[in-house]
């Protein structure tokens, strides 16, 4: 294990830690992000977290991460378990196993984890000696079945406040003469706990979930927790390391949710009510940050939006620092906006279309129109911006082809204008995925497209505008956006595919394979698996849901209605747009 422990003390020598941990707790917690460490550091959320368990005096918490290739090679060979990060402690030693999920296609690392730990993989073959395996993060949020065999206990919601009570009661049952299952049906009291085992999906021949049977106490659903006053709890960096991704910003969140309420977007309707820090709060933790970095992130569904952005922005370049936005909605820059930016030297900045024609904008809710994007264009180019990036998908809901073509129409449009020689704009990056339905989203219902029409989509986009300089199209897999689609919208019986490709090395896509294989032909050609366990992958990618079905992830309540994104739904096909939230007067959703 020599690998391991000398990359932990490179690595903790790196770090610049700006917040102070306690290490006298009683409870050893290990927060594990499932993925690379250079990835997992730069996850605000999981920093937030972080903080959160090691500033509790009732813990002692340490980090994990997956392996690095060359350590997963080495743990290969070794008879000893994966260890935490600070203290090189391994896994098993810990009382709570807390996993950090901000996206579906992490799950299977979740079982790499755990078997690189020697803890068993599936939860009810866990004995009371083994440590208490807990996930939340916004993945669990949306849709937790997919991993729901594995894990004993998911915390839904935001942390602030769910985990420090959490806590309290953890710390009054861990030493209770109890067993493991008694101690986590006392621990599911928190609010916003889900403990798998008190729910039992049934379901039809066709596959479809006809009831869940529930054995708890109480109303059959889970309330996913939200805090109200985000000032109360800034969330920014606290360790700061060169070899995270963004290693060289110190991040601020500005905002969580957003107004816009665009169809396809899953952190529009999990996080509503959108809430916004106050410019106090932005400029008391941009103040701090820039005291580590000279680049600050700003983070937040969509930025442009954001109450005094421009000021928050012209503040830190008057403090010599350079403000860096995530995405802008491009009818809500200003030019103030686009000057501050480009008055910083920022080398890009990223606007999202999402979509090329007018048509397909009215679908996904966008509120855009042609005129305001290349506005905002000339805005960011005229402030000194030299390059922009724009995010754009295929696939989505009635989408025809000349929807396809008006997204190079669009870039060409942009390209002339500006990208001509001795223009100031150093080039066009455009970023196109494949629509993956989301649950909580208006088109939770749709399907994803078929994989062999979205490679055409990708390969007209790529012929129109490759032989234009300086216009780079950036494509993601349509393979992987049905992977992403599969434990968005799966339910329990997803699981089985997760183990299956964690014991064939990570290997997705032939079990896949296998399992549309085996839905053509009987049952009993998916090795170990009993008739009415499992149904081909397409029942959960390709497939419409009716509109009365029960959906794997109903039994969470994100306070918005379920009858709501249905009207919105309609509303997409009928391509009729919706004003955005207003949360002092409207209440349709009832998120408010």
């Known amino acids: 294990m020599w690998l391991t422990t000398e990359r932990a003390r490179q690595r903790l020598a790196k770090e610049k830690r700006l917040f102070a941990s306690n290490s006298e707790g009683e409870i050893p917690v290990c927060l594990i992000y499932p993925n690379r460490y250079p990835v997992g550091m730069a996850n605000l959320g999981f920093q937030a977290v972080y903080r959160i368990l090691s500033q509790d005096q009732r813990c002692r918490c340490e980090r994990a991460f997956l392996p690095d290739p060359d350590e997963a090679e080495a743990l290969g060979r070794a008879t000893a378990p994966l260890t935490s990060l600070e203290s090189q402690r391994p896994l098993p030693d810990f009382e709570l196993l807390a996993f950090s999920l901000s996206f579906e296609t992490d799950y299977i690392h979740i079982l790499d984890i755990l078997a690189a730990a020697h803890v068993p993989l599936l939860a009810r073959d866990r004995e009371d000696q083994h440590p208490l395996v ?338 780079t199209v950036d494509t993601e897999s349509p393979r992987e956006a049905y992977y992403q689609t599969l434990l968005s919208r799966g339910d329990r019986r997803t699981g089985q595919i997760l183990l299956e490709a964690h014991r064939h090395g990570g290997d997705w896509w032939s079990i896949v394979q296998r399992f549309r294989r085996a839905a053509k032909g009987p049952r009993s050609k998916v090795q170990g698996l009993k008739s009415g366990e499992w149904v081909s992958p397409d029942f959960f990618v390709h497939r419409r849901y009716d509109r009365q079905e029960i959906l794997p992830w109903d039994f969470i309540d994100h306070s918005v209605s379920k009858q709501y994104l249905w009207v919105e739904w309609r509303k997409a096909l009928l391509e009729r747009q919706t004003p955005p939230c207003d949360v002092t007067t409207c209440h349709k959703c009832e998120a408010c």
């Open 134 to 471: 807990i996930a939340g993060g916004p993945a669990t949020f949306l849709n937790p079945e997919p991993v729901a065999d594995f894990i004993d206990l998911f915390l839904i919601g935001e942390g602030e406040e769910m985990l420090p009570e959490f806590l309290e009661l953890y710390a009054a049952v861990r030493t209770a003469t109890l067993s493991r299952a008694e101690k986590l049906q006392k621990l599911s009291a928190v609010a916003g706990a889900y403990l798998p085992t008190l729910f039992e999906p049934q379901y039809d021949e066709e596959g479809r979930i006809v009831r869940v049977d529930y054995s708890g106490d109480g109303q059959p659903h889970v309330k996913r927790r939200l805090i109200k006053n985000l000032d109360a709890y800034p969330t920014t960096s606290q360790i700061l390391t060169p070899e995270a991704v963004f290693g060289d910003m110190y991040l601020v969140e500005a905002s969580r949710g957003c107004e816009w309420g665009c169809r396809f977007c899953a952190a529009g309707f999990m996080y509503r009510p959108v809430r916004y820090r106050s410019f106090a709060s932005l400029k008391q933790s941009v103040t701090e940050g820039l005291k580590e970095r000279s680049t600050i992130g700003l983070v937040g569904a969509e930025m442009a939006s954001q109450p005094g952005i421009a000021a928050i922005c012209d503040f830190i370049g008057q403090a010599g620092g350079r403000a860096s936005p995530s995405s802008l909605k491009a009818d809500v820059i200003t030019r103030d906006l686009a000057d501050a930016l480009g008055a910083q030297k920022n080398r890009s900045v990223t606007i999202a279309p999402e979509a090329g024609s007018e048509r397909m904008r009215r679908v996904i809710n966008k509120n855009l129109t042609e005129p305001e994007i290349l506005r905002a264009a000339e805005w960011l180019v005229g402030g000194g911006v030299p390059s922009l990036k724009m995010y754009f998908m295929v696939g989505v809901p009635t989408e025809q082809r000349e929807d396809v073509e008006a997204i190079a129409d669009l870039t060409i449009k942009i390209h002339e204008k500006f990208c001509r020689k001795g223009a100031k704009v150093g080039g066009l990056t455009l970023s196109v995925n494949a629509f993956s339905p989301k649950p909580w989203t208006p088109l939770q219902w749709e399907p994803m497209e078929e994989i062999a029409p979205l490679r055409d989509k990708f390969a007209l986009l790529k012929k129109r505008l490759g032989r234009f300089p300086r216009v």
